[in-house]
């Protein structure tokens, strides 16, 4: 019987995930300021109660799942699913003006 050897090149892995993370920092700021700009405003609370805290961004008011079903005249389709289209247009636009593959 022939013995057979596999490697895991982690040194690649390492890479990928070092670029992940870098499209992330890149992009999620930008999401996060097109979320505020995209969340409904009356008081300016809902605004002021959004945050980026670890590239996550939290909503973090009673009715925030309110606002984000669409239940504002002025954000019809909500916070997060434009949100979500934008992140994915800034990071194929990160990917493809820094080279990462």
Excluded at 38 to 56: D, E, F, W, Y
Aim: aromatic content about 6%.
């Amino acid at each position: 019987m022939a013995a057979i050897s596999l490697q895991f090149d982690t040194k690649a892995l390492q890479a990928k995930i070092k670029a992940i993370a870098q499209v992330k920092a890149a992009v999620m700021p930008v999401a996060y300021k097109f979320f505020v700009a995209h969340t409904p405003i009356r008081s300016g609370n809902a605004r002021s109660k959004t945050a980026l805290n670890n590239n996550v961004i939290n909503a973090n008011y009673p009715y925030a799942s309110n606002l984000d079903a669409g239940r504002s005249k002025q954000a019809p389709q909500g916070m997060t699913k434009p949100t979500e289209d934008e992140i994915k247009r800034l990071a194929a636009a990160y990917i493809k003006q820094n080279g990462i593959k």
